[in-house]
């Protein structure tokens, strides 16, 4: 694989809210408005060659934060930029350069292909749009990238409901290769498939990011698969990260009470390896009314008075990589283990 590289894509705060629909009651008691806070400043980058992981309850906002990576959502604060050039203000042919250079991978593949069209017709469609090669050269493009992902090049005059579920992800996996992309964002691409399946289509995935250089954000709440594919993690809880850092010195010494809670929930991960921490306890706080001062604090076994006041931003605090808590934990000797292809058997 490719070794993580410079900056590719940098976050800054970025925040993205919600209004939501007024209910009868709500119009009836002249209530305003309510504000779904999904993203309340997140920042981050990713490098060329990594595989960053994202990890969260459900709800936590990490597939918001890769619609707002592509620009299906416009964020409502904060910046992005890609190779230093300010993405939010892109338009036009270079708005759509941007979208050919990071591409997102859904997690149902189904929904995301035009039913109409034959994968031939799929995939000429994204290089003709891009103008990625001439006309005459495309059935031969076509043919070199049903070959990368490992699917017979006869298929590719069939349409999607003739294939599998894996088989629909290869093929959303090659249209997005198709207009050659820097950065794959992956959206739980996998959660939809069977367990064998799944590991097929990891592989799959860093087999490219070996082959072409890929930068992968991978999105997903399975800390299992993260701890096996990502250089880095970073952790999210109610729209915000909580701590970012290299996957295995965060998995041998977690220094968020979060992070080391939900590592709790899955003692196996790291094989020997034994924590007196307690799985994260409670439901996650409602974004239409996040707590005040640390949004871990109503769940936090080490909460202390300024958690409850004071938001702790992401922050070193004298760490080797940032966490934001007020008493981030001390970083004990990390256990290396290698990254390694995946079985999910
Ligand atoms: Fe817990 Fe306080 Fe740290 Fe939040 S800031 S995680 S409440 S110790």
């Given at each position: 694989m490719s070794t993580p590289g410079d900056i590719l894509l940098q976050a800054q705060d970025l925040r993205k809210s919600f209004s939501l629909q007024r209910t009868m009651p709500d119009v009836l008691q002249r209530r305003p408005r309510r504000l779904?806070?999904?993203?309340n400043g997140v920042s981050f980058d990713v490098r060329r060659g990594e595989t960053l992981g994202i990890v969260g309850e459900s709800g936590c906002g990490k597939s918001t934060l890769a619609r707002c990576l592509v620009r299906l959502h416009e964020p409502d604060g904060g910046s992005l930029t890609f190779k230093e050039q300010d993405v939010l203000a892109l338009s036009g042919p270079e708005r759509r350069t941007y979208n050919r250079r990071v591409q997102m991978i859904f997690q149902d593949p189904y929904s995301s292909?035009?039913?109409?069209?034959t994968v031939r017709q799929c995939l000429a469609e994204a290089l003709s749009v891009h103008r990625i090669v001439p006309a005459s050269e495309i059935d031969a493009r076509v043919v070199r990238l049903m070959d990368l992902v490992h699917l017979?090049?006869?298929?590719?005059?069939?349409?999607?409901?003739?294939?599998s579920g894996g088989q629909r992800q290869r093929i959303g996996i090659a249209r997005a290769l198709a207009v050659e992309p820097e950065i794959i964002i992956a959206d739980?691409?996998?959660?939809?498939?069977?367990v064998s399946v799944q590991a097929q289509i990891v592989n799959l995935l860093l087999e490219l990011q070996n082959e072409l250089g890929l930068a992968l954000v991978f999105i997903t709440h399975d800390l299992r698969l993260v701890h096996h594919i990502a250089h880095r993690i970073a952790v999210m809880y109610l729209g915000a990260i909580m701590e970012i850092g290299p996957t295995e010195e965060i998995f041998a010494s977690a220094r968020h009470p979060y992070t080391r809670a939900l590592l709790a929930a899955v003692p196996?991960?790291?094989?020997?390896r034994r924590s007196g921490a307690t799985a994260v306890q409670g439901e996650l706080p409602s974004p239409l009314a996040p707590p005040p001062g640390c949004p871990f604090h109503p769940r936090?076994?080490?909460?202390?008075?300024i958690c409850r006041q004071d938001v702790p931003g992401l922050g070193l605090r004298g760490g080797p990589w940032p966490a934001?808590?007020?008493?981030?934990g001390p970083v004990e000797a990390p256990a290396p283990l290698p990254r390694q292809n995946i079985s999910l058997l």
């Open positions: 779904l806070r999904a993203l292909l035009n039913p109409r069209l017979p090049r006869e298929a590719a005059d069939r349409y999607p409901h003739e294939f739980e691409p996998v959660s939809a498939l069977d196996r991960l790291v094989p020997g936090c076994p080490i909460a202390k008075a934001a808590c007020h008493f981030a």
